[in-house]
C-alpha cells in the first residue's frame, strides 16, 4: 500500500510517516506486526491497515471484559470507578449518563447508585448481557456506538468514554453523533485516552504497554483531540492527567513496558524485571507529572453555547 492512500484517522490528513512495527506483545494472540504511522500534521499514531480479524485480539479473555475478580482486584476497581465518578459530578450532578464501551459495566454500577439514569453501549455480547442480566442497567449491544448515539440526538447530560476512543475504527463519527447527542447547553463529554506525547512511549516505543497492538488503532494528542471536538462545536473545560486512574497508567506505562521489553530481549528473570519496574516508575514519577508527559489524560468537552450561556448568567 503507497504511502498516499494512508489516511489519518483523526485529522484525515495523508501526510504521515511509519514511526513503529509493533506486535501483540501485551496478549501475545499471535506473531503478527502491525505498521503504526504518525501524523504529520496532528501528530496521532495509528495503525494501518486494520486486521480483518480485529475480534479475535480480544475474544473472552480479553482483561476489560473480565466480570470477576479476586475481592482485592474488584476493591481497586470500584475505587477507581468511584474516582471517575469525582470527575463527572465536578460538572453534571445528575442526569442521563451514557457510557461507550462500559465493558463488565462497574462505572455504570457506580453511577447508577450515585442517582444517575445510565445506558452502556458495549459491543461484547458476554459483557451485555451481563450489565442487562445480572446489573439489570439499561445497555445497547453495538460494535458502532456512533449510529447508537446518533439515535439520542440532544438527550444525554453526560457521555463518557472511559478509554475507548483509541480503539475506534469510526472517530469521526463518533465524535460527531455524540455531540449531537448532548443536551444543550450544559452537556459533557469525558474522554480519557493514551497520550502518545508520553514519555514511556518515547523510551519503549513498540513495547509500551499502553500502545496494545493491535486493540488500539489511534492515540490522539490532546490538541489533536481538540480540534477534532472544535470542529463539532465543543470546547475543552477541564482536563487531568494526575487522576488515580491516569497515575496506576503511569505506573503500569513504566513496569508493563519493561516488562515487556524484557520478555522481548530475553535479558532478565521475571521477578528482577518487576522490582526493576516498581523502582523505574518512583524514579519517574515526577517527570509524569509535567504537562503532557503522563500515559494518559482525561479531557471533559462541552458545547461553546454553554460557555456563552454561562458567561452571561454571571
Request: net charge positive; proline share 4%.
Amino acid at each position: 500500500m503507497s504511502k498516499s492512500a494512508i489516511t489519518c484517522r483523526v485529522c484525515s490528513s495523508q501526510n504521515q510517516h511509519e514511526c513503529l512495527l509493533a506486535k501483540d506483545v501485551n496478549q501475545a494472540k499471535s506473531d503478527t506486526s502491525f505498521f503504526y504511522y504518525c501524523c504529520n500534521d496532528c501528530r496521532s499514531v495509528f495503525l494501518d491497515p486494520v486486521p480483518d480479524n480485529l475480534g479475535f485480539y480480544y475474544g473472552q479473555d480479553y482483561p476489560a471484559y473480565a466480570v470477576k475478580n479476586s475481592k482485592s482486584v474488584e476493591k481497586k476497581l470500584n475505587f477507581l470507578e468511584r474516582e471517575k465518578l469525582k470527575i463527572v459530578k465536578r460538572h453534571v450532578s445528575s442526569g442521563r449518563l451514557v457510557e461507550v464501551g462500559p465493558a463488565a459495566g462497574r462505572f455504570l454500577s457506580v453511577a447508577s447508585r450515585a442517582g444517575y439514569d445510565v445506558l452502556g453501549i458495549e459491543q461484547d455480547v458476554g459483557c451485555f448481557e451481563h450489565i442487562k442480566n445480572v446489573l439489570c442497567l439499561g445497555v445497547k449491544q453495538s460494535d458502532k456506538p456512533a449510529d447508537e448515539l446518533a439515535l439520542l440526538t440532544d438527550s444525554c447530560d453526560v457521555i463518557v468514554a472511559w478509554h475507548v476512543i483509541e480503539h475506534l475504527q469510526d472517530l469521526r463519527g463518533f465524535v460527531s453523533s455524540a455531540a449531537k447527542a448532548l443536551r444543550q447547553p450544559y452537556g459533557v463529554i469525558i474522554i480519557s485516552a493514551p497520550n502518545p506525547e508520553a514519555l514511556s512511549l518515547k523510551l519503549f516505543g513498540y513495547c509500551w504497554v499502553h500502545l496494545d497492538a493491535p486493540r488500539h488503532l489511534t492515540l490522539i494528542p490532546l490538541f489533536a483531540l481538540d480540534r477534532l471536538m472544535a470542529a463539532h462545536g465543543l470546547e475543552r473545560v477541564g482536563c487531568v492527567f494526575d487522576d488515580a486512574v491516569g497515575l496506576l497508567l503511569n505506573k503500569t506505562g513504566w513496569q508493563g513496558s519493561l516488562a515487556n521489553f524484557s520478555r522481548q530481549k530475553k535479558i532478565c528473570p521475571r521477578l528482577l524485571t518487576r522490582l526493576l519496574g516498581r523502582m523505574l516508575a518512583i524514579l519517574m514519577a515526577f517527570f509524569d507529572r509535567i504537562h503532557r508527559n503522563g500515559a494518559a489524560y482525561t479531557a471533559t468537552y462541552k458545547h461553546r453555547t454553554s460557555l456563552i450561556v454561562g458567561k452571561k448568567e454571571k
